[in-house]
């Protein structure tokens, strides 16, 4: 990795109303309507939400697959800039990105899901140190301004000395000018605080969200109930990092017509594979260790679920990217990386909501329209902002310079 | 109407359909309650137009009845409904006079089929009597003890504007007409001796539109069915509601006449009319049945089960009322031979105490001493069973007359 | 304390009964009701005796075989009727009407005093009448009452040892309204009505509450003036006669 | 960046300290179960089925009136669950038990919130909403509730209900242990109180399990030899007694671990203190120190970054 790239970020100059991004905006405004009525008729009138099956759509995808998905954030920081792997650098500030528009999006997503949306300051002034639930929520809320903190540099490169708000706002140009320029000045001194704390943050909190449900042993099924369980977040949290920026990158890459960062990605996979190894191997440990495994082969819906999720998720693109060879296509890259992301997607649904198997009544639950609508309007939206800040912001790398029309 | 507790509810008159305008709605419905011997009793008193004029055994007296007319409701307190469950606003109760059954009120469901609770040889025999007797043969010996009732009503004599009714008192009973002249002539009754008859709990009734037997002399709209060779039927007491009605003479079905005006311009309704001819016409019209336009006055008789108004135990009549054969000087000791302790002489002489009844009816001391409350021969029985053995037992007891 | 009490209510009873038939011979036989078993039954509902603390553990056989022995037997029953509504039970909740019961009724067709009677206090010396049968509220009054745990409160020792029997034996009443009413509840705060309703403003308002009186009713004899007419000869599968058809004269 | 040597090192000695010394200090879980609470036995070989209790409830906690009056027992043709409309229920279970006639007999089973002596609906809640009260209830106070249902995903029972329907201020519902009754009246519960038979019999805990234990011996044959809520989960304040296996009647087999004791375990030890966050900030304070020497020792003209991000 001696000879990296010079990196340089710039905004992509392209146009923004693109047919992609009108579709984004109908399943933005669909998401909208839904959550209008979920905040005029309650939670019942959009989700098929129960007694016995409290959690479903929203918590496992929105906020629990969100916040692992976010993962490329804090792992890709730690391999630029605590492992001090500068090569690594330009895949960094769409990963931060990625990283904070997920974390925003997994609180929004809670603010449409949690029943009194207006108290969800109330952890911070009532504390419940028992609960796995505060723990995971104080580290998220911390981590999401840690964040924004380290994306901060990011807006003041494109604006300081160039602060021009529009209209009646241009009142405020100066103070907002001195804002920047005094961040800029302690940033400088004190990011590495937050670089850290990000990371020791995010390992806290990945881990905690698979002791979640370890309150309920009763009905989480015995393929994933286990004491290591946050362990095993942790891991396939730290798996899921670099294979979610290859996947992004990928699809920014081909849909932008950016420089491609195969150069970054190909070592990025192979630090993937170590940490997709060390994952299956303690799950495959614990699967023996407990002997829950006698429960695989008896084809009923969570077994098979959980075959795909580490079949297809685990194992294939541990195979897929063991040859060094492969490593090197985008395609075949893109492919495993995508097998990875869809596994621990499928990982987090199987712990939430496939695997939440409430004995007493055994509840079924399918997830409604309005659920659907709003977790597809919350990931549109991400979507649609991330499209909008890298048009305005020096997030992606365009170091060959050459922005194909 | 049902559940009103402040006694003020009513409807206009006709005394059906829309309340009345100056009910007090919001109250009533304020102090809504469970139905009560009066709200029940607002219909069921007056069966026949009038306070006790139908009904043998029901009447407004029961409102605050005296313990010695109605032990139930005199002594024990008891509302209706106490007997006559309700299950889903069914009630029970099988009436002798309407068809609708929807459940049946038994005393055994409260005393059981071994009611003389205790162990004597006297309650042994009481209780053999249940499979044959009804409980109300004894023990509501007389009927209308309280409230005079209509014991005839011959429809055929109304329309005498000329006719002065004679007033007439039963006991203390306060005065009762004989005539109206929109009604017709009327017997009054008050502790009357019921007529007895077999009963197995089923009525044989004409219902409206059967043509009758025109040739009969009395035509039984209601009568009870039952013999003495049924097992299931008891000898049971009735009040017959005897009366003169009209028949339709060529389809021989019952007539019904239009009575109350409907309006003032109403020229069919009988009591503004007194033209039966119209007013038969209209009502069987509004019955959809056919009038051919000629009518006959035909006796009918009703039976009407005694049922309510149960005595007191001590009133319930005693083995020589009915057993005459116990008034002689042989009675228990035909068969019991040892007298042990009993006199069975004092025990089968002893008669009912009817002196409730004194200021009630002229005749009461005959009634207690009589012995010939039940016609056994009427039933069919060759004479008294003790002599000549029960339905089921040919067990002659004693003397039985050679030959 | 509670014994004076006993006592103080004891005088008092004793001191009804012997003016009650003074009472009842001086006014004239209608009014002579005003105080009949009813009345009497009312008066010694209200009744609280003092509590029994030690019992006698005996098996139900041999609690039989001694209560024989001591010759008593359902002749010495000497109250046939009580109505069940004790202050002990009230003091608690209040929601049914009293219970009638026929003691006498039950003593007879039982014919053994320990179906019900099943323990006997040990200290005899505040029921010297009759210690073998003393009434179900001298043990059984407080329901959990911390010192008598396994003790019934009055109310579980009725039901426990009616129902269960009732069953069994598969007489008397089998439901719960076979024996007793529920109290009404207070309708004046429920209704709410203008002044000067018109009928059908009444109707719809107690309909709010009681549609499904309401449906029930319009199916009853009472409303259609019809219905099944199993009693009749001849015509008990038909199912549609009533006032409403038949011959009586009923204007 | 700038990490200056010496607040490295600051932050590494405290890391240090804080990770060497908290694992000692914390202590293996304990139960934090009320010592002298109150609960209640339901002993099901007594229950008739009446809905009395579900009425009682009604009346006392205020629900919404029911759609079909208590009276009808039709109702218990169906299973049903406590929701936010009733706190308790009672379900009918035909287990094939006959009687002397040989007619089959019906149990009736009450359901309600078992008030675990250990309830894991407070360990999960985030904000302590949920607390153990130290006569037995398991209270909720809505004033801290956000609605995050976290309590009903932790309930073994599935009891907490949840008003679904309110868009602003949902509650989660469930019985309450008629706690207001018992501290201002000094009542039993309302379905305790009413229930005519004393299927529910209210009193200390401990006296209850005595109670239920003298039962079990006195009346060989009449009971399954298992007081449910005993043990299970660590036990309930609700307890209770049955003819029939408690299988048959509706009751899951549970562990008689307290739920929480897995998760606050694991929480306490990895994060009193926050020594082990202290430890993994000092570890990786180390690493970001040493690759940032080395690089600066290779590139001595390494300044920051353009856009000053990293």
């Not at chain 2, 009525?203 to 039984?220: C, E, N």
Request: charged share 20%.
């Amino acid at each position: 990795m001696s000879h990296h790239e010079p990196y340089n970020p710039l905004p992509v100059r392209r146009p923004l109303w693109t047919p992609g991004v009108l579709v984004m905006l109908v399943f933005m405004v669909a998401g909208g309507i839904t959550v209008l009525m979920r905040f005029s008729g309650g939670i019942g009138a959009v989700a098929n939400l129960s007694t016995a099956r409290p959690w479903g759509l929203w918590v496992g995808v929105d906020v629990a697959t969100g916040v692992a998905l976010a993962a490329g954030g804090f792992t890709t920081a730690a391999l630029a800039h605590i492992l001090g792997r500068h090569h690594y650098e330009p895949v960094v500030r769409p990963a931060l990105l990625t990283a904070m528009l997920g974390y925003t999006f997994v609180v929004l997503g809670l603010l449409v899901d949690i029943g009194r949306s207006w108290a969800i300051w109330k952890p911070m002034v009532y504390w419940n140190t028992n609960s796995v639930l505060f723990e995971v929520a104080m580290c998220v809320m911390i981590y999401l301004n840690v964040l924004y903190v380290e994306f901060l540099p990011i807006v003041i490169e494109q604006f300081e000395g160039r602060v021009a708000l529009p209209g009646f706002l241009a009142g405020l140009n100066l103070p907002v000018e001195f804002f920047l320029r005094f961040a800029d000045k302690v940033l400088n001194k004190t990011m590495w605080v937050f670089i850290i704390s990000g990371v020791v943050l995010s390992c806290m909190h990945q881990s905690s969200l698979g002791s979640l449900m370890l309150i309920a042993p009763t009905k989480l099924h015995p393929l994933w109930f286990t004491p290591v369980l946050p362990l095993l977040f942790l891991t396939s949290a730290l798996a899921v990092g670099y294979p979610m920026v290859v996947v992004e990158s990928t699809l920014v890459s081909s849909s932008l017509n950016t420089d491609n960062e195969m150069a970054v990605l190909a070592p990025l996979s192979r630090i993937a594979i170590g940490l997709l190894g060390f994952y299956l191997v303690l799950k495959i440990g614990d699967l023996l260790l407990r002997g829950s495994w006698i429960y695989l082969f008896d084809g009923t819906f969570q077994t098979n679920s959980f075959l795909v999720e580490v079949g297809l998720g685990v194992i294939t693109p541990l195979w897929m990217l063991w040859s060094p060879r492969r490593r090197q296509s985008q395609r075949y890259l893109f492919i495993a990386a995508a097998l990875i992301v869809g596994g621990v997607v499928l990982n987090r649904v199987n712990v939430f909501i496939i695997g939440f198997t409430p004995p007493v009544t055994q509840d079924h639950y399918t997830p409604a329209l309005g659920e659907l609508l709003v977790t597809f309007g919350l990931i549109a939206t991400l979507m649609f902002i991330y499209r909008v800040l890298v048009t305005y912001l020096p997030i992606l790398s365009q170091s060959r310079g050459d922005i194909k029309p | 109407m049902c559940h009103d507790t402040t006694g003020t509810y009513k409807k206009a008159p006709t005394k059906a359909g829309w309340p009345d305008k100056g009910v007090d709605l919001k109250d009533v419905a304020e102090k809504v309650g469970h139905s009560s011997r009066r709200s029940c009793g607002r219909c069921h008193f007056n069966g026949g137009g009038g306070d006790a004029i139908k009904h043998a055994d029901l009447a407004g007296n029961l409102l605050k009845p005296d313990p010695n007319c109605d032990i139930h409701m005199g002594g024990l307190d008891f509302s209706c409904t106490q007997c006559h469950t309700t299950m889903r606003h069914r009630i029970a109760g099988s009436s002798s006079s309407v068809a609708a059954v929807e459940g049946v009120v038994r005393c055994a469901d409260c005393h059981s089929d071994r009611p003389h609770l205790g162990n004597s040889l006297l309650d042994h025999h009481l209780n053999m009597h249940c499979s044959t007797i009804d409980c109300n043969t004894c023990h509501s010996p007389v009927y209308a003890k309280c409230s005079p009732t209509k014991i005839w009503w011959d429809w055929s004599k109304a329309g005498d504007k000329n006719r002065k009714p004679k007033m007439i008192k039963l006991g203390n009973s306060k005065a009762l007409p004989d005539y109206h002249v929109k009604k017709g002539e009327f017997k009054w009754g008050r502790a009357v001796k019921p007529d007895y008859a077999w009963f197995n709990g089923k009525t044989k009734r004409i219902i409206l539109g059967d043509s009758v037997d025109m040739r009969a002399d009395v035509i039984q709209l209601t009568s009870p069915v039952g013999l003495r060779a049924d097992p299931s039927a008891r000898i049971t007491p009735f009040k017959i509601m005897k009366g003169m009605q009209a028949f339709d003479a060529r389809h021989h079905t019952l007539l019904i006449p239009h009575l109350f005006p409907r309006d003032s311009k109403d020229t069919t309704a009988y009591w503004k009319n007194y033209d039966w001819d119209k007013s038969f016409a209209d009502g069987m019209q509004a019955a959809k049945l056919p009038y051919s336009g000629e009518w006959q006055w035909k006796e009918t008789w009703t039976y009407w089960r005694v049922e309510h108004e149960v005595m007191p135990a001590s009133m319930a009549l005693s083995c020589v009322q009915c057993h005459s054969s116990l008034g002689e000087e042989k009675t228990c000791n035909r068969c019991h031979q040892d007298n042990r302790h009993i006199n069975f002489k004092e025990l089968a002489h002893k008669t009912t105490d009817f002196t409730f009844l004194k200021d009630k009816r002229d005749d009461v001391e005959q009634l207690q001493h009589s012995s010939d409350y039940i016609d056994f021969k009427a039933l069919g029985y060759k004479g008294d069973p003790i002599i000549y053995g029960g339905r089921f037992k040919k067990l002659p007891l004693g003397a039985l007359p050679q030959g | 304390m509670k014994r004076q009490l006993f006592r103080f209510r004891a005088v008092i009873m004793l001191v009804v009964l012997f003016l009650l038939p003074s009472l009842s011979m001086a006014q004239n036989s209608d009014t002579s009701r005003t105080l009949f078993s009813q009345d009497l039954a009312r008066l010694r509902a209200q009744e609280v005796v003092p509590m029994v603390d030690k019992v006698k553990v005996e098996g139900p056989i041999r609690r039989s075989q001694r209560l024989h022995a001591t010759e008593l037997s359902i002749k010495d029953a000497k109250t046939t009727y009580f109505l069940l509504d004790s202050p002990i039970i009230k003091a608690q909740e209040d929601h049914y009407a009293p219970v009638r019961f026929n003691h006498g009724q039950h003593a007879a067709s039982s014919g053994d005093c320990s179906v019900c009677h099943h323990l006997r206090p040990v200290d005899n010396s505040s029921y010297s009448n009759h210690p073998e049968t003393v009434r179900c509220s001298a043990c059984h009054q407080q329901s959990f009452h911390p010192d008598y745990p396994e003790r019934l409160g009055l109310k579980a020792a009725y039901h426990q040892n009616c129902i269960p029997c009732h069953k069994k034996q598969n007489a008397g009443p089998l439901t719960c309204r076979g024996c007793h009413l529920n109290n009404v509840p207070e309708h004046k705060q429920l209704v709410k009505l203008p002044e000067k309703p018109d009928p059908l403003q009444v109707t719809a308002e107690c309909l709010r509450c009681h549609e499904d009186d309401a449906n029930d009713l319009l199916h009853t004899a009472h409303w259609r003036w019809r219905g099944a007419s199993l009693y009749t000869q001849d015509q008990s599968r038909q199912v549609d006669h009533g006032k409403g058809t038949t011959a009586l004269n009923n204007d | 960046m700038q990490l200056k040597r010496r607040s490295f090192f600051k932050l590494a000695a405290v890391g240090a300290v804080t990770a060497v010394t908290t694992p000692c200090t914390v202590k293996a879980w304990e139960s934090k179960a009320p010592q002298d609470s109150y609960g209640c036995l339901v002993d099901i070989s007594r229950c008739i089925g009446c809905r009395k209790c579900e009425q009682a409830c009604n009346a006392v906690n205020e629900l919404p009136t029911a759609a079909r009056s208590f009276d009808d027992l039709t109702v218990l043709d169906e299973k049903r669950r406590p929701d936010a409309t009733k706190f308790t229920v009672v379900n009918r279970y035909n287990t094939g038990r006959i009687d002397d006639k040989g007619l089959l007999v019906a149990d009736f089973v009450k359901v309600q919130c078992m008030h675990c002596q250990d309830p894991a609906c407070v360990s999960a809640c985030i904000t302590g909403a949920m607390s153990k009260h130290s006569n037995g209830a398991v209270h909720y106070d809505a004033s801290k509730c956000i609605g995050c249902r976290c309590c009903m995903v932790a309930c073994p029972f599935e009891i907490p209900a949840y008003e679904y329907h309110n868009p602003i201020t949902p509650k989660v519902m469930k019985c309450t242990f008629c706690e207001t009754l018992q501290r201002e009246q000094n009542k039993p519960p309302a379905c305790a109180t009413i229930c005519p038979t004393e299927a529910i019999t209210f009193g200390k805990r401990n006296t209850l399990l005595n109670l239920a234990k003298k039962r079990l011996h006195d009346n060989p044959g009449r009971y399954v030899k298992h007081i449910y809520g005993e043990k299970e989960v660590g036990g309930t304040s609700w307890l209770y007694l049955s003819k029939v296996p408690f299988a048959k009647l509706g009751f899951i087999k549970l562990p008689f671990n307290p739920l929480p004791r897995l998760t606050e375990t694991l929480q306490h030890s990895l994060f009193s203190y926050l020594w082990s966050p202290a430890l993994l900030f000092t570890l990786l304070g180390g690493v970001m120190y040493r690759s940032h020497k080395k690089q600066s020792a290779h590139q001595p003209d390494n300044t920051q970054q353009p856009g000053g991000a990293l």
